[in-house]
């Protein structure tokens, strides 16, 4: 029997570990993955991490579980594909068997949202992609298109622009939501184009990508653009089905819980992206881990009086 069951190895799960092997809890933590970092592997360049003004977003995952595995924390990579958390006994399926434990942190982070248009399933591989940073050496000297108006367009088609020969940058609105600074690098970047109030209606192709739809969402007008890869940025969807029928999930499927992580089940906290909360960020992640354990020890405590 565990004090702590974390799922998930992002930056939430990780220094959920960290913090749970300095309060001396019996911890294990359960990641999909045989890496640490969750979707900060996938981020090309880190640069709002306090203390590290430039890192690489792999560089920063690895030294995470690094970190939790130097205090001894227990890493399995292990899929979790059940939770029973209702009552006391915290109990975590995996593929290879069956964790108990007095506390869960679910901390299993988010996936990415789907533009839901005709031709993104077919062209998946093959032109489409949700990773610039995975994917975007494959354009070299080629057109690309971003989708999206969050932190993670504005450094996709940054991160592109450098390779590319051009970037489409498509919104549907005719304001960005990713921060200021990276709105003003995209503005000064010569070979990204930025398209507002359109949305992509079709991806195109033969054996790749050729073409996309797109049409203003102000006029209707229609436009077809040539391109070799796009890249969905639109958000993220959180990855809580495991808890669905036993914590609340608000209507977008996050789980309710506010600064302490505390969710409707007595002993299960949320961590990270999967939780309620106004701002995702890598250092709002680390927070939660921090904050889920501390209101752990709390509960643990509460439950030896
Ligand atoms: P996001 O902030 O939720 O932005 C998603 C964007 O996609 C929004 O601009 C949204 O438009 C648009 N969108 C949503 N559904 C769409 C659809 N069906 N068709 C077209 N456009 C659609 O998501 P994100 O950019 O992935 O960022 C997620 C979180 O991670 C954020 O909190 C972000 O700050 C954080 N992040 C941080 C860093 C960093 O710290 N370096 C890097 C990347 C991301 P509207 O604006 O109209 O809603």
């Known amino acids: 029997m565990y004090d702590v069951i974390i799922v998930g190895s992002g930056p939430a799960g990780m220094s959920a570990a960290i913090y749970a092997k300095r309060a001396c809890l019996k911890t294990l933590l359960l990641e999909k993955q045989p890496m640490g970092g969750g979707q900060v592997l996938n981020t090309q360049e880190v640069e709002n991490y306090p203390g590290i003004p430039l890192a690489g977003g792999f560089e920063l995952g690895q030294k995470f579980e690094e970190h939790a595995k130097a205090l001894g924390a227990e890493v399995k990579t292990e899929e979790v594909t059940e939770i029973n958390c209702l009552e006391a006994v915290k ?48 354009f070299r000297n080629k057109t690309t298109a971003v989708i999206g108006g969050g932190d993670t367009a504005l450094s996709d088609a940054l991160v592109l622009a450098k390779g590319c020969k051009k970037v489409f940058l498509i919104h549907r609105r005719d304001a960005f939501r990713g921060s200021k600074t990276l ?99 890598i250092v709002t992640a680390a927070a939660d881990g921090a904050n889920a354990v501390a209101a752990a020890e709390r509960y643990l405590t509460s439950q030896k009086d």
Request: hydrophobic share 35%; net charge negative.
């Open 91 to 138: 109990k975590v399926k995996t593929a290879k068997g069956e964790y108990e434990a007095k506390v869960l942190i679910y901390a299993a982070g988010a996936s990415h949202r789907k533009l839901s248009v005709p031709g993104e399933e077919e062209f998946a591989g093959r032109g489409v992609s949700y990773c610039a940073t995975c994917d975007g050496a494959f």
């Open 183 to 281: 709105q003003n690098r995209v503005e000064e970047t010569e070979n990204i184009e930025i398209i507002l109030d359109s949305v992509v209606t079709e991806i195109r192709g033969e054996a790749a990508v050729r073409e996309i739809s797109v049409s203003c969402v102000k006029t209707k007008d229609e436009r077809i653009l040539s391109v070799d890869g796009v890249f969905a940025a639109v958000g993220i969807l959180p990855y809580t089905k495991l808890l669905e029928g036993q914590a609340d999930l608000d209507e977008q499927g996050y789980v309710v819980a506010g600064e302490d992580c505390r969710t409707s089940v007595d002993g299960v906290y949320a961590a990270g992206d999967v939780r309620t909360k106004p701002l995702r960020q």
